[in-house]
């Protein structure tokens, strides 16, 4: 099957600091990637869709000038928390869109655990 | 009212019963439909995908999707307690790929 990887899986940092998260999508090309937000005990809520060349794609309430999200090519796809503060903690997960002709579906990444102190 | 209804569970049975897990849902306009299985601390990991209408067999688990009813269920054969995890439905429309999660199932598989 399709392979996403993440780095790191794990990242704590003070308060103010900023963190960056990496997606790559191993075996394949992803023309999109998707960055997921997850609560304990909770559902995926997605964060925004990231296009290879172009801008992000926020949902409601997401704001884009904390969390930064590049698509520089066509297997990687980078998250930047800004000035982290403790309420950042959380679950980080991204996808990368694998679509063929008889097929359409997200392959995902381990997640990153962040924790801000 | 949510897009997609899932039950959160906690479901638990005995090793070796027959799982069914289910989603319903309101949008007539979904065609692909998927589950996924995520253990703790992990991301999701795609399990059955399919497209439109019918069933899907792969190994111990299989998929039916019901359009007509709006409703798609995932069958687990011979339970194993490595089986245990959380199980997400999510579904998606042809013109917008963006997936619409269940709230996720627990499933205890107890030996």
């Known amino acids: 099957g399709a392979v996403v990887s993440q780095h790191p899986s794990w990242v704590i940092c003070k308060s103010g600091t900023s963190v960056k998260i990496e997606c790559r999508s191993l075996?394949?090309?992803?023309?999109?990637m998707f960055w997921y937000r997850q609560f304990p005990k909770q559902s995926l809520m997605l964060m925004a869709t990231?296009?290879?060349?172009?801008?992000?794609?926020?949902e409601q309430g997401v704001e884009k000038d904390k969390f930064l999200i590049n698509h520089a090519s066509l297997t990687l796809s980078t998250l930047t928390v800004t000035s982290a503060h403790p309420e950042d903690s959380s679950f980080y997960i991204c996808?990368?869109?694998?679509?063929?002709?008889?097929?359409?579906?997200?392959?995902f990444g381990p997640g990153t655990r962040l924790t801000v102190l | 009212q949510k897009e997609v209804e899932q039950d959160p569970g906690p479901l638990s049975v005995p090793e070796g019963a027959i799982v069914s897990l289910n989603c319903t849902y309101s949008?007539?306009?979904?065609?692909?439909f998927m589950w996924y299985r995520q253990y703790s601390r992990k991301g999701p990991e795609l399990l059955m995908y399919?497209?439109s209408s019918g069933n899907k067999e792969d190994g111990r688990f299989t998929a039916q999707v019901d359009k007509s009813s709006k409703y798609i269920s995932l069958f687990i054969r011979d339970s194993q307690p490595s089986d245990s995890a959380t199980y997400l439905c999510?579904?998606?429309?042809?013109?917008?790929?963006?997936?619409?999660w269940g709230a996720g199932t627990k499933l205890i598989i107890k030996p």
């Open positions: 996808s990368a869109r694998m679509g063929t002709a008889s097929t359409d579906t997200q392959y």
């Open positions: 399919t497209y």
């Open positions: 075996d394949f090309q992803a023309t999109t």
């Open positions: 949008n007539s306009a979904f065609q692909y």
């Open positions: 990231s296009n290879e060349g172009s801008k992000a794609t926020y």
């Open positions: 999510a579904m998606s429309a042809w013109s917008n790929y963006q997936l619409i």
